[in-house]
């Protein structure tokens, strides 16, 4: 990556996960100079694991954290053709879909309710929908009711894909990358993750969040480009490169934030149990991190409190990917114009 001399940027940003990443996109993309500093490697974190599902939340009892997660899925596929087209490199990103095995007659009637929903809330852009299990292939789970819940808002990316194709079109924007440590120029915009939590909980006095270890597979099985799916808590995504990932565990508590363990093989072996044709599939990779969760289980944005000129982009936890992109036009605003369109919940001080 660059070397940080005869470089002047009117923003740095402080982490190489996909926050750090997008928003130093959306800042160069709009003709800030920027600098991305990174300690380790981009991915370090949270963001360079496997599963890389982007889900929307159930199309019922709305609120603020819904509708800034349906914008964001709502913008991605022309976000990540943007970054695709700036930097040369694919993040592997597709609308494909999500399927969910229905347990029960009372689960069919509250999953039906759901539709109207749907029809709603997603502003006709994308549909819920109950469908039999037979319209969905060799992949799909079985059943108790033979039927699933199907619905066309959800996508997939590959983490690591995506990371490398955001690196590359900040680069071709005329950003900088610094992997070890450089001087702070102009505005400083830290999504530094876990780290970054403890950092700022330090500086206020108070725990704004803290960290929750995942662990996940991936599996060499292509799949195509069929719908990810979710049940009893697992999920099951076909990437565009011929795998599978599947994840992942959430565990509060543990020894060592990089090991996989027992948990990880039983995942692997209930992901074979629901769809049998990854049986003999092989493991290609076994992943562990932590993700930072702030307090509201909410990202967390806005200006860092008694830092003028310095802001927060943290606790993308489970959905960052998916919530990156509103993210990054958010802070954008905020960091250039003044502009808070920051949401009720998603507010450093929400954390305190």
């Given at each position: 990556?660059?070397?940080?001399?005869?470089?002047?940027?009117?923003?740095?940003?402080?982490?190489?996960?996909?926050?750090?990443?997008?928003?130093?996109?959306?800042?160069?993309?709009?003709?800030?100079?920027?600098?991305?500093?990174?300690?380790?490697?981009?991915?370090?974190?949270?963001?360079?694991?496997?599963?890389?599902?982007?889900?929307?939340?159930?199309?019922?009892?709305?609120?603020?954290?819904?509708?800034?997660?349906?914008?964001?899925?709502?913008?991605?596929?022309?976000?990540?053709?943007?970054?695709?087209?700036?930097?040369?490199?694919?993040?592997?990103?597709?609308?494909?879909?999500?399927?969910?095995?229905?347990?029960?007659?009372?689960?069919?009637?509250?999953?039906?309710?759901?539709?109207?929903?749907?029809?709603?809330?997603?502003?006709?852009?994308?549909?819920?929908?109950?469908?039999?299990?037979?319209?969905?292939?060799?992949?799909?789970?079985?059943?108790?009711?033979?039927?699933?819940?199907?619905?066309?808002?959800?996508?997939?990316?590959?983490?690591?894909?995506?990371?490398?194709?955001?690196?590359?079109?900040?680069?071709?924007?005329?950003?900088?990358?610094?992997?070890?440590?450089?001087?702070?120029?102009?505005?400083?915009?830290?999504?530094?993750?876990?780290?970054?939590?403890?950092?700022?909980?330090?500086?206020?006095?108070?725990?704004?969040?803290?960290?929750?270890?995942?662990?996940?597979?991936?599996?060499?099985?292509?799949?195509?480009?069929?719908?990810q799916i979710f049940a009893d808590g697992l999920l099951i995504v076909p990437q565009a490169d011929g795998t599978v990932a599947i994840g992942s565990t959430s565990e509060r508590y543990y020894a060592d934030p990089t090991s996989t363990d027992a948990q990880l093989d039983d995942l692997i072996s209930r992901a074979r149990?629901?769809?049998?044709?990854?049986?003999?599939?092989?493991?290609?990779?076994?992943?562990?991190?932590?993700?930072?969760?702030?307090?509201?289980?909410?990202?967390?944005?806005?200006?860092?409190?008694g830092r003028p000129g310095h802001f927060i982009v943290n606790g993308g936890f489970k959905i960052g990917f998916g919530m990156a992109p509103k993210v990054a036009v958010t802070m954008a605003d905020l960091v250039l114009h003044g502009e808070d369109t920051i949401p009720d919940g998603f507010r450093v001080a929400d954390?305190?």
């Amino acid at each position: 990556m660059a070397l940080a001399t005869a470089f002047q940027a009117e923003v740095t940003v402080r982490g190489g996960g996909v926050f750090g990443l997008c928003c130093a996109y959306e800042l160069a993309r709009r003709g800030t100079r920027v600098r991305l500093i990174e300690t380790t490697r981009l991915g370090a974190g949270a963001s360079g694991g496997n599963v890389g599902a982007l889900a929307p939340h159930v199309p019922e009892l709305w609120n603020p954290k819904k509708q800034f997660q349906l914008e964001s899925l709502l913008m991605a596929p022309a976000f990540w053709a943007g970054v695709a087209a700036n930097g040369g490199q694919d993040a592997g990103y597709a609308q494909t879909g999500r399927i969910q095995p229905i347990a029960d007659a009372q689960a069919v009637a509250r999953a039906k309710a759901r539709t109207g929903g749907a029809v709603t809330l997603w502003q006709g852009k994308a549909v819920w929908r109950v469908a039999p299990v037979e319209e969905f292939g060799v992949l799909a789970p079985a059943s108790p009711t033979g039927l699933l819940v199907h619905d066309t808002l959800s996508a997939r990316a590959n983490p690591r894909r995506a990371l490398a194709a955001l690196a590359a079109a900040l680069v071709a924007l005329g950003g900088q990358i610094v992997i070890g440590d450089a001087a702070d120029q102009g505005a400083v915009i830290w999504a530094a993750g876990v780290q970054g939590l403890a950092t700022l909980g330090a500086g206020l006095g108070c725990m704004v969040g803290g960290g929750v270890k995942g662990q996940s597979a991936l599996l060499a099985y292509d799949a195509g480009p069929v719908p990810q799916i979710f049940a009893d808590g697992l999920l099951i995504v076909p990437q565009a490169d011929g795998t599978v990932a599947i994840g992942s565990t959430s565990e509060r508590y543990y020894a060592d934030p990089t090991s996989t363990d027992a948990q990880l093989d039983d995942l692997i072996s209930r992901a074979r149990a629901l769809c049998p044709v990854l049986g003999d599939a092989p493991v290609l990779d076994r992943w562990a991190g932590v993700r930072p969760r702030a307090k509201t289980r909410a990202p967390m944005l806005g200006a860092w409190p008694g830092r003028p000129g310095h802001f927060i982009v943290n606790g993308g936890f489970k959905i960052g990917f998916g919530m990156a992109p509103k993210v990054a036009v958010t802070m954008a605003d905020l960091v250039l114009h003044g502009e808070d369109t920051i949401p009720d919940g998603f507010r450093v001080a929400d954390n305190l």
